[in-house]
T-cell receptor, first 115, second 115 residues
Framework: DVKVTQSSRYLVKRTGEKVFLECVQDMDHENMFWYRQDPGLGLRLIYFSYDVKMKEKGDIPEGYSVSREKKERFSLILESASTNQTSMYLC??????????????FGPGTRLLVL | AQKITQTQPGMFVQEKEAVTLDCTYDTSDQSYGLFWYKQPSSGEMIFLIYQGSYDEQNATEGRYSLNFQKARKSANLVISASQLGDSAMYFCAMIPSGGYNKLIFGAGTRLAVHP
């Protein structure tokens, strides 16, 4: 089975802190994604990566950065956390496929509260 | 703009009855993929079913079927014989053509199954 793990299920941080969210997948997937989920808005893509050291902005990249130094690990960084970044963060991975048939597999999510 | 619309914020159904969750999409692409995911209260996203834009048959996976009407751009999820464990958030999502398998999500529908 594909397994995607996230470093924390719950996290509480203070405004201005630097926050690292870690995601690891064990299925040798090329693609990795970071989403945030807010009520009534569904999931919105923050950043994604299709290869080591490669990254692309998603729909809402402002205030975030990412790092992918190894194929299995994709980190989301909040350089200076703000209260409007309080949210549920979901990591996902998938194989590369030209046909768009590849399912994304999700981690359990991290609920981040910024005070 | 590519978009997924789920017009039902909440639905309820009696146990053992069937329920349809609505999803419409907007894209000018000819090739695309449509997905449904389930999110229980635990937070993980569980893949349910996939439909490709060129698939002639409606997709089925056990008690889940996807009512795909291409001309109307709708991809409704039908759950037959509802169970209490089906109570969850359900998200419709689309992968447009192009690279990287980026998913576009709808806002979700919360389903409550009553005994």
């Amino acid at each position: 089975d594909v397994k995607v793990t996230q470093s924390s299920r719950y996290l509480v941080k203070r405004t201005g802190e630097k926050v690292f969210l870690e995601c690891v997948q064990d299925m040798d997937h090329e693609n990795m994604f970071w989403y945030r989920q807010d009520p009534g808005l569904g999931l919105r893509l923050i950043y994604f990566s299709y290869d080591v050291k490669m990254k692309e902005k998603g729909d809402i990249p402002e205030g975030y950065s990412v790092s992918r130094e190894k194929k299995e690990r994709f980190s989301l960084i909040l350089e200076s956390a703000s209260t409007n970044q309080t949210s549920m963060y979901l990591c996902a991975s998938s194989l590369i496929s030209g046909g768009g048939r590849e399912t994304q597999y999700f981690g359990p999510g991290t609920r981040l509260l910024v005070l | 703009a590519q978009k997924i619309t789920q017009t039902q914020p909440g639905m309820f159904v009696q146990e053992k009855e069937a329920v349809t969750l609505d999803c419409t999409y907007d894209t000018s692409d000819q090739s695309y993929g449509l997905f449904w995911y389930k999110q229980p209260s635990s937070g993980e996203m569980i893949f349910l079913i996939y439909q490709g834009s060129y698939d002639e048959q409606n997709a089925t996976e056990g008690r889940y079927s996807l009512n795909f009407q291409k001309a109307r751009k709708s991809a409704n999820l039908v759950i037959s014989a509802s169970q209490l464990g089906d109570s969850a958030m359900y998200f419709c999502a689309m992968i447009p053509s192009g690279g990287y398998n980026k998913l576009i999500f709808g806002a979700g529908t919360r389903l409550a199954v009553h005994p």
